[in-house]
């Protein structure tokens, strides 16, 4: 076996996102360093859904069914990891606004997350009555201007 000598090989460099931007580990403090090499890695699958359901359960967040009005059904997708969800889904709540809660601990999330192209959480659709966009909102403050009007 042929083995290169140490001085002519070449440094391979792993570049990685930190804090917003991308720069070389070998750049990071000790404690970056640490957690990137302990970082775990997933792919979000059907089969990994399904395992989290498994785990979790397959239970509808909302608690209101959601019904058409005359602009349409409301969806909201929302994730139980989100810092934002929770102030949204209490803010609908407290309101007269009926909607569908599809959560990521839902066996149709990932479906239904690709359907609509969802890309954010939370995210408020409103969909027609053959179940196709009308409008989306992604920002607290315009569902608060919905919810008021």
């Not at 070449?10 to 580990?25: A, F, L, Q, S």
């Not at 404690?31 to 498994?54: P, V, W």
């Not at 969800?85 to 990932?110: G, H, Q, R, W």
Request: aromatic share 10%; charged share 25%; glycine share 2%.
């Amino acid at each position: 076996m042929n083995q290169t000598k140490p001085q002519e090989r070449t440094k391979c460099e792993i570049w990685t996102r930190v804090m917003g931007y991308h720069r070389p580990v070998s750049q990071y403090n000790f404690g970056k360093k640490s957690e990137f090499y302990s970082r775990n890695y997933f792919k979000a699958t059907i089969n990994a859904n399904k395992q989290l359901i498994d785990r979790y359960g397959d239970k509808p967040v909302a608690q209101k069914p959601a019904t058409a009005t005359k602009e349409g059904s409301y969806l909201l997708f929302t994730t139980n990891t989100c810092p934002k969800c929770p102030a949204v889904k209490k803010l609908i709540a407290e309101s007269s606004l009926e909607y569908s809660s599809i959560d990521n601990t839902m066996s149709e999330f990932i479906e239904l997350t690709n359907k609509y192209r969802i890309q954010s959480v939370p995210t408020l659709l409103v969909v027609d009555h053959n179940q196709d966009e009308i409008s989306r909102i992604h920002e607290l403050s315009e569902i608060q201007e919905l919810i008021t009007q």
